[in-house]
């Protein structure tokens, strides 16, 4: 069993000399990177279109794409042989999702496109389980009260707003966003900085409606906001799906346009299509998301169907349906 993008495993079920496992499991922590007729290519963050002209488009996208990766992929043919396996004529991000004996995805099939040539080995697994060890001993702020726990009684919304553990700039999200909210009197922004110890720049005035902290569990904070802010990295999206919060989606860079489109498409989120967002761009977007109660009604119906699953379980029935498969031969 090994995490998704581990080529060395490949190596392995190729046939590169040594111990060979009887079954390959690997687990998906990303959005899947499979090329599809149905969609365009991993990273250009567009929408899948299956009509005929759509698939078109596709094809002469994923075209590109493979002859971008050409000089990877000859590495990469290359890497095999020197390890003693043998070197397919498969796309080096195809062979990560067809190779394995299960690839388990941990996600709900409504958060990742349709594929009609997706291999049979992906199974959905639901999502990440909850964080509750780290939410419990965190150490509530004494803002905490006022803020979350008396917000039905404030009729006021909470905008929560985080870049995650790797985006430090905070002229991204956190600032732009502390400057489109700070006349807002029916909004409170709370903004969690990602890592434990940051603090907000030396010089930047924080708006009375806004609360800053260091760290914020996603699980402690997430139930009790209106909206999520965040730069889309998959994790973030996944949280947000756990605990049925519509999310605005602002980044460019690695993962983070595919979990974007991604969100996009399954009704939960505003991507805004940039990593540096206008102060507009950031009011347009938590305005639709308040105004607009169809996001936060789909979240919570992806968060009712990764309630229905058992992540651990789906892997050990995996396990079970590869063991069941070497008895019977």
Same mark, same amino acid.
């Given at each position: ?127 990440y389980p909850t964080t509750q060890q780290v939410s419990c001993s965190w150490e509530k702020p004494s803002w905490w009260n006022t803020v979350i726990i008396d917000k039905a009684a404030t009729g006021k919304k909470v905008i ?7 985006? %430090?700039?905070? @002229?991204?999200?956190?600032? #732009?966003?502390? +400057? $489109?909210? &700070? ?5 409170? =922004?709370? /903004? ?56 605005? %989606?602002?980044? @460019?860079?690695?993962?983070? #346009?595919?979990? +974007? $489109?991604? &969100? ?5 989120? =505003?991507? /805004? ?57």
């Amino acid at each position: 069993m090994t995490e998704s993008l581990n080529f060395g495993a490949l190596a392995i079920r190729l046939g590169a000399p040594g111990l060979q496992p009887d079954g390959f499991i690997a687990i998906g922590l990303n959005p899947i990177l499979l090329t599809s007729l149905d969609h365009a290519p991993f990273g250009s963050g567009m929408l899948p279109d299956r009509t005929r002209e759509g698939r078109e488009k596709n094809r002469i996208a994923n075209a590109a794409q493979r002859a971008f990766f050409e000089p990877s992929q000859t590495a990469y043919a290359e890497a095999l042989r020197s390890v003693g396996a043998e070197s397919k004529d498969m796309f080096l991000l195809d062979s990560l999702y067809f190779l394995p004996d299960r690839f388990i995805q941990m996600c709900v099939p409504s958060v990742e496109y349709q594929r009609s040539d997706a291999p049979h080995t992906i199974r959905f697994a639901g999502g990440y389980p909850t964080t509750q060890q780290v939410s419990c001993s965190w150490e509530k702020p004494s803002w905490w009260n006022t803020v979350i726990i008396d917000k039905a009684a404030t009729g006021k919304k909470v905008i929560f707003v985080c870049q995650g553990t790797v985006a %430090m700039d905070f @002229t991204q999200l956190v600032l #732009p966003t502390m +400057a $489109a909210l &700070a006349g807002r009197p029916d909004i409170i =922004v709370v /903004i969690a900085l990602g890592r434990k110890g940051m603090t907000i720049p030396p010089g930047v005035r924080i708006p009375a409606n806004c609360q800053v902290e260091d760290f914020i569990p996603y699980d402690t904070i997430l139930p009790h906001v209106d909206a999520f802010i965040t730069t889309g990295g998959y994790g973030s999206f996944q949280r947000a799906l756990n605990n049925g919060t519509p999310l605005i %989606m602002a980044g @460019t860079t690695e993962e983070k #346009p595919e979990s +974007a $489109a991604r &969100a996009e498409w399954a009704g939960v989120a =505003v991507n /805004i299509r940039t990593t540096y967002p206008s102060s507009q761009q950031l009011t347009d977007a938590v305005d639709e998301i308040l105004g607009d109660g169809k996001y936060k009604k789909r979240a919570m119906e992806i968060k009712a169907e990764i309630a229905g699953y058992d992540p651990v379980g789906v892997i050990i029935q995996s396990i079970r349906e590869l063991v069941e498969g070497w008895a019977s031969t």
